[in-house]
């Protein structure tokens, strides 16, 4: 079957830009998390989706992070007013509930000029 | 907090030499450890964990609790071990990882 997807692979925008980025899940897997992967902080947890709970947002970096899950399956991540260290790989996995391991998306590219 | 530490940024060896990437952890609790590995051009992917006690790809790894490291070790390295490995911890199964800062590893023939 299909893995995680994410969309776009690369985006690069202008500083002060909002972006929207996509991550397609495993179909039927329940949890849903965001990471950031950069060269200074390596791989760093941004937003955790589990079911209909309210979602873990204690790793998002500033109020300018959001994301939202519709229907229990994509998510959007969005960065309103992107600075140059938003820079950055995202990534997305997924796994069933309670389970272990996490399968990851290719990620999204993001260059903020 | 939770903290998972990997001091070596880059560990060089020969093809055949033994194995061992350090990952140390800092966690109140029982953690679950991971090691995640991400070749060239492919998608970040679990290796092993630690409940498992498994050996994939001739790599295991020990939960040390004592002195709280989850060290990876393999006895001949393979050229096609070079990969970026991540150490990893969990505070329950589903939760979300905190990742290590990563090693990079290579073989050279």
């Known amino acids: 079957g299909a893995g995680v997807s994410q969309s776009p692979s690369n985006k690069v925008t202008e500083k002060g830009k909002d972006v929207e980025l996509r991550c397609d899940p495993i179909s039927g897997h329940t949890a849903l998390y965001w990471y950031r992967q950069s060269l200074g902080q390596g791989l760093e947890f941004l937003i955790y989706f589990q079911g209909n709970s309210a979602p873990d947002k204690s790793g998002l970096p500033s109020d300018r992070f959001s994301a939202e899950r519709t229907g229990g399956s994509v998510s959007t991540l969005t960065i309103q007013r992107t600075q140059q260290e938003d820079s950055a790989v995202y990534l997305c996995a997924s796994t069933l509930a309670g389970w272990n391991e996490q399968f990851f998306g290719p990620g999204t590219r993001l260059t903020v000029l | 907090a939770q903290r998972v530490t990997q001091p070596e940024k880059l560990l060089s060896v020969f093809k055949g030499a033994p194995v061992e990437l350090k990952c140390n952890y800092s966690?109140?609790?029982?953690?679950?450890l991971f090691w995640y590995v991400q070749y060239s051009r492919q998608r970040l992917q679990l290796l092993l964990r630690h409940i498992s006690r498994e050996s994939i790809k001739g790599f295991t790894a020990d939960l040390n609790k004592g002195e709280t490291s989850f060290h990876l070790k393999k006895p001949f390295a393979q050229e096609e071990d070079s990969a970026m490995y991540y150490c990893?911890?969990?505070?329950?199964?589903?939760?979300?990882?905190?990742f290590g800062g990563g090693t990079r590893l290579m073989v050279k023939p």
């Open positions: 966690y109140s609790g029982s953690p679950e």
């Open positions: 990893a911890l969990s505070s329950y199964a589903g939760n979300m990882l905190t």
